[in-house]
Structure formats: C-alpha cells, structure tokens
C-alpha cells in the first residue's frame, strides 16, 4: 500500500472496525447486516464482522450489487429493493452506516434481543423496537485498532477505495464533488 493511499485507512477503516467489534460486540455465528456496505466505513465493517466469524449481509443500493461482490461477504441485498428487503429475514445485527428511511426500517429487520448499532445515530422509530438494543457508536483512536486494519490492508483483504487525489489548492472542489457523492476517498496531496 502506498504512504498517500494510506491516509484515508484511519477514520474510515477504524469506524467500521469498532462498529463491530465495540459497538455491536458481535460474536461468532451471528448474522450482521452491514448498511452502507460498499462504502469505507461499511468495508472495514463487513471484514471485520467476517474475521469475527460472523455470517455477514452486505447492505447496499441496487446499482452497487455488482461491484459488492469483491467485499467477503456471505450475500449482498439491495437495500432499495422493496421485494429483497421484505424477504430478508430478521438479524442479530445491523451495523449501521446509513440515515433516514433505510435505517427506520432496517430498524424492524433485527431480532427481539439483538443489537442495532449505528455511527448516524439512532433511527426516528427506535422506541418502536423496545427489544432492540440501540446503539449511537462514536469511535475513538486506538492504537490496537489501527494495527488490526492496516495489517488488513497491508495484506490485501481490506480495501478502502480512493476516488481521486487532489492538489490541496483544489479543496474546495473536492468537497463539493464529496457532497455530490461517488465512489472512494478523496485525498488532497500537498
């Protein structure tokens, strides 16, 4: 991996990592739907649920179907497909990446006694699910953490996709193509 490659692994890649292991706490054998899979956070969630030795469900938008398919998980859904989402069965997990109406409902899709664990914070309709347990996750720097998923990286089986790489000077373009949404990081270069 590349020194500049490198400076969009921290956030992302830890996020998601704590997601799973402090946020959701997620134990082997348990099913875990990752909302907002094909993105970084949801990257670093999906193979870190994986080596936990979850069953994982790679939440994603039906034109991200294709390319979901690289991340390790052990099926992709459609979020935004009204027939797969209806016949997704209950989890023991959702790790959350995702806000509004897709978080609400994935809210109904977690098993009584399960967790709900999101980085965009609770859903609009969480008290509706009394026995769902959610989660607000912030993550924290973590020296440990960063290891695990720069090791991860190192060695191929986590990838956290860089859109483009900007001069510093162009800053402001690079937010504004950020604000309209894509596909990676995009890191600016001194």
Do not use: C
Request: overall charge positive; hydrophobic content about 45%; proline content about 4%.
């Amino acid at each position: 991996m590349h020194l500049v490659d490198a400076a969009a692994l921290p956030l992302a890649s830890m996020t998601g990592s704590q997601l799973i292991l402090v946020g959701a706490d997620v134990k082997p054998g348990q099913t875990v739907l990752v909302s907002g899979a094909a993105g970084s956070v949801g990257r670093s969630a999906v193979f870190t649920a994986k080596d936990r030795g979850a069953t994982v469900i790679a939440g994603v938008l039906k034109k991200q179907l294709d390319g979901a398919k690289n991340l390790g998980s052990d099926r992709v859904l459609a979020l935004d497909d009204s027939a797969a989402f209806a016949d997704l069965q209950p989890v023991d997990v959702v790790a959350n990446t995702v806000r509004g109406k897709t978080a609400e409902d994935l809210m109904g899709k977690v098993k009584d006694g399960g967790i709900f664990a999101s980085v965009t914070g609770a859903p609009a309709n969480a008290a509706r699910y009394p026995g769902v347990r959610t989660v607000a996750f912030i993550s924290k720097q973590d020296a440990k953490n960063l290891e695990y998923t720069v090791e991860a990286a190192r060695s191929g089986k986590l990838t956290i996709p860089i859109g483009s790489k900007l001069p510093l000077r162009q800053a402001a373009e690079s937010h504004a193509a950020m604000a309209k949404g894509g596909a990676g990081k995009i890191l600016l270069l001194p």
